[in-house]
């Protein structure tokens, strides 16, 4: 296969299956994705981090035909009976595996981990057909924000032909503020991270150097805490811009559950 870098996509996947049950809160998420898989070619293999898989080690889900993780409570019924039934790729779990170790992370393979909803959600939208190999990487305990970027610049050798790297996440995600009234302060808390995030993000005049400062110090930024009380679902962006290491490409403003949220495409 050509030795050919992969898209990186970040990602805002919303309140568990409620993007794929019609939900008023998740319609700008949802047009969001369509119009965000115009701009890639389709891929021949996927590789994402989600939100909600955290090992003591990164873990790579090898399986041929992994199995859906409902992972979700209390949801309509028919929300357990989604189906996306793609494929595995053991041949790139095993690359991703060894590019890994090779920069002295310690990682693992599990060839019994199914999918869970961080990355069946947003598929079932982007490519409804099930037809695009992927696996699964897993965050690791502790989230430390460098180790997690140093992740992503180790699977940036990959070599794949038209590879896709998704970190499924939310740059937004404090429960307790998607059920609680809105207020001044809180929308403003909850804009001005995002244009912070924004701006670390997308601004060109910010050299890499700095941009990593900027991502391994993201606790410094205004109301990091509100937006994060913890970071789990900000953490496969520094994946992605590990295996970036530049100024995204484009990037997308948008509503979700009544929160301002953001995608990033390199």
Same mark, same amino acid.
């Given at each position: ?76 019924? $028919?929300?357990?009976? !989604? #189906?996306?039934?793609?494929?595995? +790729?053991?041949?790139?779990? =095993?690359?991703?595996? &060894? %590019? ?93 991270? $995002?244009?912070?995030? !924004? #701006?670390?993000?997308?601004?060109? +005049?910010?050299?890499?150097? =700095?941009?990593?400062? &900027? %991502? ?51």
């Amino acid at each position: 296969m050509k030795d050919k870098k992969p898209r990186v996509l970040f990602l805002s996947h919303g309140g568990g299956p409620m993007p794929l049950l019609g939900d008023e809160g998740h319609l700008e998420m949802v047009e969001n994705l369509k119009v965000v898989v115009t701009k890639i070619k389709k891929p021949s293999a996927i590789i994402l981090l989600s939100a909600h898989w955290e090992e003591k080690i990164a873990t790579v889900a090898s399986g041929v035909s992994p199995s859906l993780i409902y992972d979700y409570y209390g949801f309509p019924e $028919e929300s357990y009976d !989604i #189906e996306y039934p793609c494929p595995g +790729e053991p041949f790139l779990a =095993e690359q991703a595996h &060894r %590019l890994l170790r090779d920069a002295s992370i310690e990682a693992g393979l599990d060839n019994q981990r199914g999918f869970d909803h961080g990355l069946f959600v947003p598929l079932k939208i982007m490519y409804p057909e099930a037809d695009v190999p992927c696996i699964q990487l897993s965050l690791v305990q502790g989230l430390n924000p460098a180790e997690h970027i140093r992740i992503g610049k180790a699977l940036s050798s990959v070599k794949y032909d038209e590879l896709l790297v998704i970190g499924s996440g939310f740059s937004f995600h404090n429960m307790k503020a998607f059920f609680a009234t809105e207020t001044s302060d809180s929308k403003a808390m909850n804009e001005t991270f $995002e244009h912070w995030l !924004i #701006e670390t993000c997308s601004n060109p +005049e910010i050299d890499e150097e =700095e941009r990593t400062q &900027r %991502l391994e110090n993201w606790k410094q930024a205004p109301f990091a805490r509100y937006c994060h009380p913890r970071e789990e679902h900000l953490m496969p962006l520094h994946v992605c811009y590990g295996l970036a290491q530049t100024v995204c490409k484009e990037y997308y403003e948008l509503s979700i559950m009544n929160k301002k949220s953001s995608v990033y495409l390199w």
